[in-house]
């Protein structure tokens, strides 16, 4: 993982409205945890980490300084993340408190490019090789099987015909 080493650059994170309105969140969290889930988004979207909240690349915070951060009681972040954990949606270590799959949730915004309108078709990167374009799309096939229970149907389809459209697969 790269470190950052001028502080955080990343000014919002995404957020899928259909899933956080409507999904697996809403039945598996009370409020009170998913305003802790969405505060931890938050500190690992500002963290000079991406995807990690920690005070430095090597130094986490204690929970006792995160509850202090968030306001809110260190019984209630002690419960939520207990329950993330088992949920698979973080993991913790000597580093700090990691945001499973962060990499395709919050994908670097700042290299990507803004996605074509629909109706429109995308142009397969010129600075790629057609092999290197192949294992592109491999991969973000890849990432959406891995996502695509927590995306509704439509944006599942969507995603499929963008990924078939920009490598142009059959």
């Given at each position: 993982?790269?470190?950052?080493?001028f502080?955080?650059?990343?000014?919002w994170?995404?957020?899928?409205t259909?899933e956080?309105?409507?999904?697996?969140?809403?039945?598996e969290l009370?409020?009170?945890?998913r305003?802790?889930?969405?505060?931890?988004?938050?500190?690992?979207?500002?963290?000079r980490?991406?995807?990690?909240?920690?005070?430095?690349?090597?130094?986490?915070?204690?929970?006792?300084?995160?509850?202090?951060?968030?306001?809110?009681?260190?019984?209630?972040?002690?419960?939520?993340?207990?329950?993330?954990?088992?949920?698979?949606?973080i993991?913790?270590?000597?580093?700090?408190?990691h945001i499973?799959?962060?990499?395709?949730?919050?994908?670097?915004?700042?290299?990507?490019?803004?996605?074509?309108?629909?109706?429109?078709?995308?142009?397969?990167?010129?600075?790629?090789?057609?092999k290197?374009?192949e294992?592109?799309?491999?991969?973000?096939?890849?990432?959406?099987h891995?996502?695509r229970?927590?995306?509704?149907?439509?944006?599942?389809a969507?995603?499929?015909?963008?990924?078939?459209?920009?490598?142009?697969?059959?």
């Open positions: 993982m790269k470190e950052k080493t502080g955080p650059s990343r000014t994170i995404k957020l899928y259909t956080c309105l409507r999904g697996s969140i809403r039945d009370t409020v009170e945890e305003s802790v889930w969405f505060d931890l988004l938050l500190m690992a979207g500002d963290s980490v991406d995807g990690i909240i920690c005070a430095t690349a090597r130094k986490p915070y204690t929970h006792r300084r995160i509850s202090q951060m968030l306001d809110i009681p260190l019984a209630l972040l002690t419960r939520s993340l207990a329950k993330f954990t088992e949920q698979g949606k993991t913790e270590d000597a580093a700090g408190i499973t799959k962060w990499h395709i949730y919050q994908a670097d915004y700042r290299s990507r490019k803004k996605a074509p309108e629909e109706g429109t078709e995308p142009e397969p990167s010129k600075e790629l090789s057609p290197s374009l294992k592109q799309a491999a991969r973000d096939a890849k990432d959406l891995s996502i229970d927590q995306l509704s149907p439509e944006r599942v969507a995603a499929e015909d963008y990924i078939k459209r920009r490598y142009q697969l059959k």
